[in-house]
Structures are given as C-alpha cells and as structure tokens.
C-alpha cells in the first residue's frame, strides 16, 4: 500500500505570506496527486488535481508541483480564509486505495 | 450544481448495522463512479468503499471488508452504503464523493456534507 506523508502537521504562517506544503509518497504515483483544502466543521474542497492542475474556481494562489514521490502545494499570499487542514492523496495504485496524506494544519501566525 | 445529500447516519450499539444512502443530483449520475471516505472526528480520511460506473464493480478498504456493502441506483440518482457488524472503531463522519478521472484512476471533485455515525453502547 502507498503510504502518503505530508510535512509539516502545523505550519504556523502570517496573512499575505507564503506558505509550502509538503507530500510525500512510498511509491512513485506519478502525476496522480490531489490536495484538498478543509475547514472546520465543513466537507474538504478539491484544490488540485493532476499534482498541478487548479479545479474550477480555485484562485491562482494556490498551485502545485511535483511528480513521482514529491510534491508541493504553495499558497502565495495568504488570505485568512485560507487558513485551513490541508490533504494530500494519491489515486495512482492498483488496486486502488485513494490513500491520504495525515494532514498539515495551516495556522495564523 | 452538483449536490450530494447523505442520509442514514447516527447512532448504534455494536455488532448493529445501519444504510447510509447519498441522493445525487445537479449532474449525470450514472458517467460517474461514486465513493464513501470517512473521516474519524478530528483525523485522517479514509476511502472505505467504492463503485464503478454500472454497478459491476466494488472495492472495499481491508478494514470493511466482508462488513461493508457499496450498491447504487442509477434510476434514483443514489448510492448506498450497508454496514453490517459495526465496530466502535467506525465511528466516523461519512462522506459521498464523486468520482472524476479515468477508469479508476480519479480523485474526489465533489463532496456530500457527511453524515455521523456513532457505534457505543
């Protein structure tokens, strides 16, 4: 089974900073990267797809790198309604498992 | 616009079953394969179960194996979740989430509001 880590679990980071997430994968799942974004109390929201990809809607803030095991999300400037539990997962194995990273808490500094 | 309303959570005793069901709607239900992740109160997700365009094929996390049925209807718009000999450890918020991508090779584009199940005596 693919084991996806994410890096940091917290991040503690200012509004109109940067911020750059980490995911890691066991296994190479090439370009089969989704990261989603969650607030409290609500459902997650896809961001990305493709390990680089934008789904609709999303504000070109927010993008993503990466292929094989790394990957990275980069949140440009940060808004406070971006402040929020960001998810990796890999759709990439057979049979699949759709296996998600643990999480990384994106906090106001 | 897209809309995914799960039902049939709350709460049973162990070794109990329940039938969560996710009424779909704002999309072409049957070109999708559809999927129920999970998501323990302050953790991780969890894929638990899944199901191919048509019905002929399901996938089931080790950990429902055997315990857990995914079903769907394309004539009502709905997916169903039969959960049988519940444990404390599924205990969870459950999600309906739609499939896109190729064959099984997608991620989850649009997600339910989640409904709770609790198992306790």
């Known amino acids: 089974e693919i084991v996806m880590t994410q890096s940091p679990a917290t991040l503690s980071v200012s509004p109109g900073e940067r911020a750059t997430l980490s995911c890691r994968a066991s296994?190479?799942?090439?370009?089969?990267l989704a990261w989603y974004q969650q607030k409290r109390g609500q459902a997650p929201r896809l961001l990305i797809y493709?390990?680089?990809t934008r789904d609709t809607g999303i504000p070109a803030r927010f993008s993503g790198s990466g292929s094989g095991t790394e990957f990275t999300l980069t949140i440009s400037s940060l808004q406070s309604e971006d402040f929020a539990v960001y998810y990796c997962?890999?759709?990439?194995?057979?049979?699949?498992?759709?296996?998600f990273g643990q999480g990384t808490k994106l906090e106001i500094k | 616009e897209v809309q995914l309303l799960e039902s049939g959570g709350g709460l049973v005793q162990p070794g109990g079953s329940l039938r969560l069901s996710c009424a779909a709607s704002?999309?072409?239900?049957?070109?999708?394969?559809m999927n129920w992740v999970r998501q323990v109160p302050g953790k991780g997700l969890e894929c638990v179960s899944a199901?191919?365009?048509?019905?002929?094929?399901?996938l089931h996390a080790d950990s429902v194996k055997g315990r857990f049925t995914i079903s769907r209807d394309d004539s009502e718009n709905t997916v169903y979740l039969q959960m049988n000999s519940l444990r404390v450890e599924d205990t969870a918020v459950y999600y309906c989430t739609r499939g896109r991508g190729s064959g099984w090779q997608y991620y989850f584009d649009f997600w339910g509001q989640g409904t709770l199940v609790t198992v306790s005596s």
């Open positions: 997962q890999q759709y990439s194995n057979w049979p699949p498992t759709y296996t």
């Open positions: 493709g390990a680089s």
């Open positions: 704002g999309f072409t239900f049957n070109i999708y394969a």
């Open positions: 296994q190479s799942v090439s370009s089969n």
């Open positions: 199901i191919s365009v048509g019905g002929g094929t399901t």
